[in-house]
């Protein structure tokens, strides 16, 4: 396996926006014309409720729509098709992006987030890590699908901040900001609370599960299981280890109607059989080979079925390492480690 490539992009929304459209732009008509998700998505052309996602996003994150209509316009596509493309999770409640998240936190200078990251498998070795630089914000290392902003997959900023994102699949959507739109402003936070401030906050149209982690005021480590919906903001500290998958699972998820796929249900029962094994202080290979893992007696953590019922396979698995002074960055693909890197915490 090749070492993951790492491209670098800074500056205006415009700027970083055009970039990742021309990282994209070799693949993304081949990969659009395959994705049975994007023939679902483009049939909400010209919905008033597309109008009212993008309202918000434009009230409350207009950067990251700017990023986005300039990655359109270097991609050649309509600035409208590609907004709905980074709003799947509200337009189709069963988006194919699934993704299993281990946490803990091992001490008050160390913390572990590690994160299978599962999509489309036509994406198996063609993504990529982009290390962003955005003018006045603190800067972040993020997993790159082509075409949607960075942020919905595994990264960590040099506020010191990671995020591991795991797709909920909300039934009920409401007008608000679009998930991947809020899941980007978190890699722009300049401190963890304002990271849980703006999940907490900011009225939101679907879902996602956020796991987040970094140094609180008093300098310790902290790391958050948030599961930020349409209808409530849950955040949960981790301890002791942890897992989750792509249903809601934090007391009061009974009053939010969501899908629940085998996999997910699977994935989650198999973690409670396998974290218990790792002792109260596991640390990154202990939960990477927990990723890898392709036991039990239903579908598997490891996803690399031709045939996934969700459509689904693992691109890459990655565990980060929280600490005061910055977050180690470490990405694998088919079981061979592919980056690695160091991010300073400078903020």
Known sequence: MQALNTL???GTPEAIGQRLGEL???IFATYMAQSSAWAAVSRWRGHAFVQQLRAAAERHFPAYVAE???????????AHDLFLWNCRGELIHNAPDGCTTLAVRRDAA???IAHNEDGDPYLRGRCAVVEVAPDGKPGFVSFYYPGSLPGH???ASRAGVAQAINNVRIREPRAGVPRMILARAVLDAA???????????TPRASGFHHTVGGIDAAGAVRVYSVEATAQRASIVEVGAPAGHANHLIHAGHDREAQIITDSSRDRQA???DLLPTLGAQPDGPDFVRTLQDRGGAGLPIFRDDPHDPDDENTLATACMQIAPEGVGFDVWQDGARTLTMQLPRTA
């Open 8 to 10: 670098q992009m800074g």
């Open 24 to 26: 994209a732009r070799p």
């Open 68 to 78: 986005l209509d300039a990655m359109a316009a270097a991609l050649g596509w309509p």
């Open 110 to 112: 160390r913390g572990l």
């Open 153 to 155: 997959t595994f990264a």
């Open 191 to 201: 401190t963890l609370d304002d990271a849980l401030a703006l999940l907490r906050d």
């Open 270 to 272: 198999r973690l409670a």
